[in-house]
């Protein structure tokens, strides 16, 4: 079990998308340094349920706040939920994400509502609102996507969406900077999440074993690992980090995508 060395003890966490994948990896964290969180999910209560319960054995406590983040006052749901169990935020990690994985000549305008809803429209009404709750100060991590570096089969709408969530975040950045907010970014590249699994359905296994020979440290990566960071971002311990999209990837970014032929 990893384990930070930063202290949230009594900090006010909000993760969209925290009860699956790299989010809950990353409550646990916060969970493990005395962080309270407030984790929003879709539509799996029974799943969301276990996370919570997972999250409170690490020793913080969980909130959990139902909202359909693609929907019009999806982001104003999880505020409004959070503000009436405090006036204060402390951090706030804009992980929740969803589209279709279709070519963009097979996109629909719902299609592209619902993505843009999640990553776009939902992360500065976000932000718009974390600026009332984060009075004197606090840290933004959004999530962004391997398909922002290199064009991916049928990613080409979330691409955009994320390449303008990384360029969101340098904006939010310089203009939250002066009230005490940092914003970054994390850029993760591949990772085994039930979105991934979903994407490539029964090629997953195979994919992912050929992405861990490709990467430098030839291994697939532990959802921990980028969490560390998003908690490293969030932390005292990166107050110049100011506006940064940090690749998390393994090397990834700049790895061929060739993998040697072995004895």
Not at 45 to 56: Q, V, W
Not at 165 to 180: K, V
Not at 187 to 208: C, H, M
Request: glycine share 12%.
């Amino acid at each position: 079990m990893r384990q930070t060395n930063d202290d949230f003890s009594g900090k006010k966490i909000l993760i969209t998308g925290g009860t699956k994948g790299l989010g809950l990896a990353t409550a646990k964290l916060f969970a493990r340094s005395g962080g309270e969180l407030f984790v929003s999910y879709r539509s799996d209560r029974e799943g969301a349920l276990k996370a919570a319960d997972e999250i409170r054995a690490c020793g913080g406590s969980c909130e959990l706040v139902e909202a359909d983040l693609a929907e019009d006052g999806g982001i104003d749901k999880v505020f409004d939920a959070v503000e009436a169990k405090t006036k204060r935020l402390d951090v706030y990690v804009h992980n929740a994400a969803a589209t279709a994985f279709k070519d963009l000549l097979d996109i629909k305008a719902h299609h592209v509502d619902k993505t843009m809803n999640i990553t776009i429209k939902g992360f500065i009404l976000a932000a718009q609102r974390c600026v009332k709750l984060m009075d004197g100060g606090g840290a933004i991590v959004t999530v962004s996507g391997m398909d922002t570096l290199r064009a991916v089969p049928r990613h080409g709408l979330l691409g955009a969406a994320k390449a303008g969530l990384e360029t969101l975040t340098g904006y939010f950045a310089h203009e939250l900077a002066s009230r005490g907010i940092r914003v970054n970014g994390v850029n993760p590249g591949f990772l085994a999440t039930d979105s991934t699994r979903k994407y490539l359905g029964d090629f997953f296994d195979a994919f992912n074993k050929g992405f861990a020979r490709t990467v430098p440290l030839n291994r697939e990566p532990a959802l921990e690992e980028v969490g560390e960071v998003i908690v490293f971002l969030a932390s005292p311990r990166a107050s110049w980090i100011v506006g940064q999209t940090l690749c998390v990837d393994g090397g990834l970014d700049f790895t061929m995508q060739i993998a040697p032929a072995t004895d």
